[in-house]
């Protein structure tokens, strides 16, 4: 699948960037790197409009060792060389604060950010995680997909829920987004 289809996809999934904006970021992340187009100039951003800018501080103290998770902010995107801020759906600048997150720690930013934060539950994890991993071929496996109250921690992994509900199977084409 070429760039531009892989972002078609992500573009069409109902409420993507209303509480699955750092998973399509991180998708798309990984989904670069298995095709062997990612270089370390690539930077997930962590984009706030607060007036207190505390979602990015938080962040940067995650960085700096400070905090053992990221957090949610407002919205999240991506970056190449040419600095242009984007996501799914195109250019990304109503944005007043951003964070750059470094290319060598972008999987444990992401994965502390998505499994450990109270994230906005219009978009579908529990269905949508496991077809964008199934459709780009990328391992979500780490990424928790919803609550559940039988866990140690609160939440269940998507790989594990596939495995424990076999009735869950789905295909790619139970999903009507043309691309």
Known sequence: MERQEVLNFLGKIPHIHRGGC??????????????????????????????????IDLNNDFLEGKRKN?????????TFTDGTIQDAQGAVEKYKHYLKIPFDVTDKFCLSTLNH???????????????????LGVDLSKVYIYRDKDSSDGFQRSGSYRKRRKWFDFTVTSLNLDI
């Not at 109270?118 to 529990?126: A, H, K, S």
Request: hydrophobic share 40%; aromatic share 20%; with cysteine.
């Open 22 to 55: 750092l998973i399509s970021a991180y998708a798309f992340y990984l989904y670069e790197k298995k095709m062997g187009r990612m270089t370390d100039d690539f930077k997930i951003v962590a984009l706030d409009n607060s007036e207190n800018n505390i979602h």
């Open 70 to 78: 990221g957090v949610g902010c407002h919205h999240f995107a991506w």
């Open 117 to 135: 934060n109270n994230w906005n539950w219009q978009f579908d994890r529990q269905y949508y995680v496991p077809l964008i991993a199934e459709k």
